[in-house]
């Protein structure tokens, strides 16, 4: 591979390929069933084959396609789990691997973007990539002054195939909705689309990390690497590494998936009150856990800018919701948009919706299983639930979009850990107004 696959038809025709290969499949696997195969054990088949075409396809592709991938991962917790271990470990891998970018071409990228005595600035450069990700790489090398650093190259044409990408998803997004139950896909993939712009300039990552660094610096629960230098397409970052959450998401000890959980829940919580920006890419394969304990996060493309914290009407919506008043938080909801004045739908309605962001608040500790987020998704997404009509009711204005993407995609990865979180403590420390008893209203803020 010497680049991103550029030319539209042929990536398209590759995106093409995977609703059609699993439809495929599916007539295949009901002709198999019609002759007295064993229909367990062709559907186990099926999901199999899909979920290798899934990543074989996104991985290679790259670009929108990979982060579409990557952000589906989180929610591979939702899939019925006598089919969910084909699709854990494909979107496992595409995580962290994908086919790399041959040393020639990382070559040409460096000198572009640091000039063509770029090696003067490294005693060492390794020339195999250390991690393959969406739109880049990262080589581990040796900074001019002895440090261990992280070197991330873009991919040549990583912009041209994101927007390519991310346009074609979103044609086909009634088509890969059963990829993801229980959530939207179509505006899922509008909302990378707007993000994937600013990922794209690695100098905005720069100064986003930058900021976490500063804050989080000398924290006793967070690490995030230092910035050593920063270009549009390519940038320098201390090397720090850990246990990736993936690996401990396969085998760690129940104490150390409840360990990483509430570190994970801590950072997520804690940011937009501490720094008014929120880590917006929630993926395993962005944390790790280092050995003292701390949380490692990685890749700040994607950030949200949350200059008040995160948004005080879903905090009061949330608290009205805990309180159980329904009569106050169906005002609410009509006020911010999130139900319009003409809708059919009652405030016990809207108030069973919330459920899965009020469930792990009602309790001093919650465990997260992947029982419970798949029991969300079905409650949510099957046709025959009366909460898949109030879903198809409700509307969720623009302005929330990311922070509630985000927020879902934390709850996947503490479902993926099957972690116990005293998640009310964390989240009452750094939102009190969640828990407070007082009238106060949300609108105006």
Not at 79 to 84: D, I, K, L, M, T
Not at 160 to 166: G, N, P, T
Not at 197 to 220: C, H, P, S, T
Not at 386 to 393: A, H, I, Q, V, W
Request: hydrophobic share 40%.
């Amino acid at each position: 591979m010497t680049d991103i696959p550029r030319r539209t038809v042929s990536r398209t025709a590759k995106l093409a390929g995977l609703p059609l290969g699993v439809a495929g499949r599916a007539a295949a696997g009901w002709g198999r069933r019609l002759v007295g195969g064993d229909a367990d054990q062709i559907s186990a088949q099926l999901m199999a084959k899909s979920a290798e075409q899934l990543f074989a396809v996104l991985g290679e592709l790259k670009g929108g396609a990979m982060k579409f991938g990557q952000a589906l991962s989180v929610f591979e917790a939702a899939v019925p789990e006598e089919f969910a271990e084909p699709y854990r470990e494909a979107l496992t891998k595409l995580q962290s691997a994908a086919p790399p970018m041959p040393f020639g071409e990382v070559q040409r990228m460096l000198s572009e973007q640091f000039g063509r005595n770029w090696p003067s600035r490294f005693q060492d450069f390794d020339e195999t990539p250390a991690a393959a990700a969406s739109i880049g790489q990262v080589h581990r090398a040796v900074w001019h002054d002895g440090r261990d650093v992280a070197v991330k190259v873009q991919y040549p044409g990583a912009e041209e195939a994101v927007l390519s990408d991310l346009r074609q998803l979103s044609r086909m997004s009634r088509l890969l909705q059963p990829l993801a139950p229980g959530m939207e896909i179509k505006p899922l993939i509008e909302e990378m689309r707007e993000r994937m712009v600013e990922e794209l300039d690695y100098r905005d990552e720069a100064d986003n990390q930058r900021r976490f660094a500063a804050e989080f610096d000398g924290d006793d629960k967070v690490r995030v690497p230092k910035v050593v230098a920063s270009a549009p397409r390519a940038m320098v970052t201390e090397w720090v590494t850990g246990t990736p959450m993936s690996s401990i998401i396969r085998g760690g000890t129940q104490e150390r998936r409840d360990e990483a959980g509430v570190l994970l829940a801590e950072f997520h919580y804690s940011a937009p009150a501490r720094l008014g920006l929120l880590h917006a890419d929630p993926h395993p394969g962005n944390f790790q856990v280092v050995d003292d304990g701390r949380l490692l996060v990685l890749d700040f493309g994607a950030v949200a800018r949350l200059p008040e914290g995160l948004p005080r009407p879903l905090t009061i919506m949330t608290r009205y919701a805990l309180q159980r008043r329904p009569a106050d938080l169906m005002e609410l909801m009509v006020e911010e948009g999130f139900v319009r004045a003409d809708t059919a739908v009652t405030a016990e309605e809207a108030m069973a919706y919330l459920s899965p962001f009020t469930d792990p608040l009602g309790t001093p500790t919650f465990r997260f299983s992947r029982e419970w987020l798949r029991s969300q998704a079905e409650r949510v997404g099957d046709l025959r639930s009366p909460e898949f009509d109030t879903g198809r009711l409700l509307n969720l204005p623009p302005q929330y979009l990311l922070v509630h993407r985000v927020t879902l995609g934390t709850l996947g990865i503490l479902c993926q850990l099957g972690a116990e979180v005293p998640l009310r403590g964390i989240v009452s420390h750094w939102q009190p107004e969640l828990f407070a008893d007082d009238d106060t209203p949300a609108a105006g803020s």
